[in-house]
């Protein structure tokens, strides 16, 4: 059994104001709206309903909370980019993902999710650019993988990774499919690094805390 199973919600919020401060710590999942933020999160912790999932994009637009335990939480943060969606909604919306990624003291790492099709986006670098420059460890997943075949899908992936050295920070690149599991293991290591946790990937998978 996996650690993450025992996810559970724990709130929505519709801007920094309305969390709590903790001195716990949180892994952010953020990405183009679409990108398969949900749909990942519901992979990851093998529950199909934990995150809301919908084609129409821009259906997350609160920074929703995920507990893991006491002190490690996930986060589904606002998609950003297109949406079909009033412009003053859209800018509330990405308000509320600059000001939580600039001022949560308690973040460590942020995962980027990116169709695989089309990754790094303007947008993607930008936010890539700005977790580099303040010294914040960033995975690339390059959701929806099983769209694509085993050699399009190394290809696009390496490309991505030469890529992504120009960032010049930590910067970690894996692709993923919520569907078929393609990434899940690497995206649970990385997680285990951030969360400081990994002790768990020799196996031990009691994790009091």
């Not at 297109?82 to 909604?89: G, N, W």
């Not at 790492?109 to 914040?136: F, S, T």
């Not at 460890?137 to 290809?155: C, E, F, H, N």
Request: glycine share 8%.
């Amino acid at each position: 059994m996996s650690y993450f199973t025992k996810a559970t919600f724990l709130t929505s919020a519709p801007s920094i104001d309305f969390l709590s401060e903790s001195d716990g710590m949180e892994v952010a999942f953020a990405g183009r709206s679409n990108a398969g933020k949900s749909s990942a999160l519901n992979r990851l912790t093998r529950q199909k309903g934990l995150a809301r999932t919908s084609k129409t994009p821009g259906r997350t637009q609160l920074i929703n909370m995920f507990e893991l335990d006491e002190e490690r939480r996930l986060v589904d943060l606002p998609g950003y980019g297109y949406a079909k969606v009033p412009l003053e909604m859209k800018l509330k919306w990405q308000k509320s993902l600059g000001e939580y990624l600039q001022q949560r003291k308690c973040l460590k790492g942020l995962v980027v999710l990116m169709d695989i099709r089309h990754p790094l986006k303007d947008l993607d670098q930008n936010l890539i650019n700005w977790a580099v420059e303040v010294n914040l460890p960033v995975l690339i997943l390059l959701t929806k993988a099983d769209k694509l075949k085993a050699g399009k899908r190394k290809a696009q992936t390496l490309m991505v990774r030469e890529a992504s050295m120009a960032f010049c920070g930590d910067v970690t690149v894996h692709s993923f499919s919520s569907l078929s599991g393609i990434g899940v293991s690497e995206l649970e290591q990385v997680l285990f690094k951030w969360f400081g946790l990994e002790r768990q990937l020799k196996g031990d998978t009691d994790i009091s805390g």
